[in-house]
């Protein structure tokens, strides 16, 4: 039986300063010694770096626990009628949520791989913008990673159909975020399946922010004739769109620098030429860099031109001012009070959902872990 709390009362949390924390990636010890990735950053004790802005202050509240006892709470897709599925990553499961806090199991996904202490399995949803009876998800199997469609009827979950396959997948950095735009087409972030050299290479689907329609083909207005939207990614488990149209996207780094970027069409990240800032010509810059010791930024909502951003590592939720398309200095806020903080999503009410991730083999469960909290911004 799964544990849930229903509207737990109100807690008013102020402001935490920025939290740190000791692993890079989804908590695997960071390597210290000297890799691929240059060290062309800010040296891992430097601040989160960011473009001070005038943007008015956040007030970020607990407004209450809707559901817990979850198991590792991944993606999130809202229905129309506020009620959320929900993807349970190492049990391979979805869960349908209501605003009330009651908990429906809608069924197991086939082929869903996940471990505690890992980082596949059932991971990224998005409701089809055309039909809500649609679900797309994204799968760690044990041949892939691939992208999946079910139909959803009621509370019954159709089988899966493969929509795209062959992202290569290994024991860690599968990617694994779904969004649409709102023109229908579905942006996939890929890992490098622990390969960095996959990420340079523009004809693979690792390391990649892919842009698919629905069957699964490229879209037609791609910069390389095939599936790839931006490359010279490591790990991108965070994908929002701002009311300008611009896609930002979160990014695990490895020695020296976490990330928040925003993904252009044919850009080059720098994976694994470099990690931060400093790549130089012919490579984006990102608008965030957090040390890696701080953050392992995961999910991304974004409200009223701030991003929310989930720290897993850092422990909390953090809030960056957006300005165009520039950043402002981010802010910890609930630091420690939760732990490792991993999806982030816009709730049809204005309000933001958020997971945490203390089951998944690397963090401290709590009480009625995992949970997902209601944040009024």
Sequence with gaps: MQRRELLSGMAVLGAAALVGCSRSSEGEPAPRTTGTASSATAPTDAPPTGTPTSAAPVTPTIASTVASGLAVPWGIAFLPSGDALVSQRDDGTIVRIGADGTVAPLGEVPGARGRAG????????????????????YVSTSTDNRVVRMTLTGDTLGSPDAVLTGIPVGARHHGGRLLFAPDGTLFVSTGDAGNGRLAQDRDSLAGKILRIDQDGAPHPDNPFGNRTWSYGHRNVEGLAFDAGGRLWATEFGDKSADELNVSRRGQNYGWPRVEGTGGGRGLVDPKV????????????????????????????????????????????YFAGDYGRVRSVAAAPDGSVWVTTSNTDGRGDPRRADDRILRITV
């Design 118 to 137: 890992g980082e596949g399995g059932l991971l990224g949803l998005a409701l089809s913008p055309d039909d809500d009876g649609v679900l797309f998800a």
């Design 289 to 332: 860099t957090w040390p890696t010791d701080e953050a392992s930024p995961a999910g991304i909502a974004i409200v009223d031109q701030v991003a929310y951003v989930g720290a897993l590592q850092g422990e909390c939720l953090f809030a960056v001012p957006l300005d165009g398309g520039s950043a402002g200095t981010p802010v910890a």
